[in-house]
């Protein structure tokens, strides 16, 4: 058993943060109702270019990763009876998980009292872009700009003198995280109401989130009244310490070697790189001497590793007791035997895609296909006590989709 099976959660929300958090909670085993717009559905899922991939027909993975487990229904809440819908799934939920604006909430009826007034016992659960306090609280905002560049990390990873700024590696980069934050404050918000039957408003903001991954250097930024700095890439790493740093193989990959205690492992390192007659060189004997001879460490190290290929090193370092790992693409690290050995991707219909990072009792995270729009309408009504007439009239209206 999934440890929220039995948790109930209504999602009203769009995109790709919110959206995550509710994907998060259904891997953990909920039931997630998605609220979609009776007519446009989450506009999510218009999205078939990111950059220069391109998604045609279904499944779509720039729906699933946010979406896969859940359910949908094609609700306007903007019309009485649509309204009437919401309220009758709020009296049985768990969870309202939502990432619309206070304005929003407040003309369809959706904030905080409203719901409830409804549900007195419900874990209210709200994904914003700046958080629900000052100025700018009303305002929207997408992991671009809230998490990614005005949170620290842009500028903090961008080389001095570069033009622009470097981009997320790659798209939902911040909504993912701040998704992942999200679930886990609204586990721990049901675990209080679990112990007290006090009951939680959860918020987290995308920029919230964004200050949190880059913590460690705002941190020691606030301390030195100093800035962090991007640094340009270079082909080595450390200036004292050879076994910190990158290496390049024979097929163009890379080693990415992080010994911080160097002296401890240069044996070892000799040992595996085939070159034992190093360990005894008096120039890498201890850490000092080391440290004043890391260019000629280097220049070593570079000519062995060049001489051989990533797939032929990793054989031979799998002996290494140091921390080091290839230097990995997308779809490598999506064939990494670690990674399949662990179920960190795992089958979610059709699609292969990443599970969320937390496991239960030594066991792959279940994946669900996400739902087409609309597609348990008629399945959620009936749960809801409503017979075909009924339900035959909503959808006439337009209440229902």
């Known amino acids: 058993m999934r440890p929220l099976e039995g948790i109930r959660v209504l999602e009203v929300a769009m995109y790709g943060f919110v ?7 259904a891997d953990w085993g909920a039931d997630v109702v998605k609220v979609e717009h009776a007519v446009t559905g ?78 007195p016992r419900i874990v209210y659960a709200r ?17 671009m700009t809230a998490f990614w560049s005005r949170a620290g990390t842009a500028a903090s990873i961008t080389p001095p003198a570069t033009e622009g700024v470097i981009s997320p590696p790659g798209p939902a980069y911040g909504d993912t995280v701040s998704g992942t934050n999200l679930a886990g404050g609204i ?18 903001s995308l ?8 913590g460690h250097s705002i941190g020691l930024s606030l301390h030195l009244d100093r800035a962090w700095e991007g640094v340009t890439p270079t082909a080595h790493g450390s200036p ?28 070892n390192v000799c040992q595996c790189l085939g070159r034992p007659d190093l360990a005894d060189d008096p120039r890498f004997a201890t850490p000092e001497s080391i440290a004043r001879h890391t260019d000629d460490a280097v220049k070593i190290l570079r000519e062995v590793i060049a001489a ?14 140091g921390p080091w790992a290839p230097v990995q693409d997308t779809l490598q690290a999506a064939a990494d035997a670690q990674v399949r050995a662990n179920g960190y991707i795992g089958q979610a219909g059709e699609l292969e895609l990443v599970a969320s990072p937390v496991q239960f009792d030594v066991e792959d995270t279940r994946l669900g296909p996400a739902p087409e729009f609309a597609a348990q309408t008629e399945e959620i009504l009936a749960e809801l006590g409503y017979d075909w007439d009924r339900i035959l009239a909503l959808k006439t209206g337009g209440a229902v989709t």
């Open 187 to 204: 586990a721990a918000a049901l675990l209080r109401r679990e112990r007290t039957g006090e009951t939680s408003v959860v918020d987290v």
């Open 240 to 267: 004292t310490n050879p076994l910190s740093g990158l290496y390049r193989t024979a097929d163009d990959r890379y080693l990415s070697f992080v010994m911080l205690q160097p002296a401890r492992f240069w044996a």
């Open 19 to 25: 959206p995550s958090a509710g994907a998060v909670l």
């Open 127 to 143: 994904g914003s872009a700046l958080g629900p306090r000052g100025p700018e609280s009303d305002k929207g905002g997408y992991d």
């Open 207 to 214: 920029l919230g989130s964004g200050l949190w991954a880059l």
């Open 308 to 321: 051989r290929t990533l797939a032929e090193w990793s054989e031979d370092l799998a002996a290494l007791d």
């Open 42 to 119: 989450d506009p999510q899922r218009g999205l078939r270019r990111t950059g220069t991939f391109e998604v045609v027909g279904d499944p779509n993975p720039n729906v699933a990763h946010a979406n896969r487990g859940k359910r949908s229904l094609g609700l306007d809440m903007a019309v009485p009876e649509g309204r009437e819908v919401l309220y009758e799934l709020v009296k049985g939920a768990d969870v309202f998980l939502t990432s619309f604006l206070p304005a929003s909430r407040a003309r369809l009826g959706i904030d905080v009292d409203d719901i409830r007034a409804v549900n």
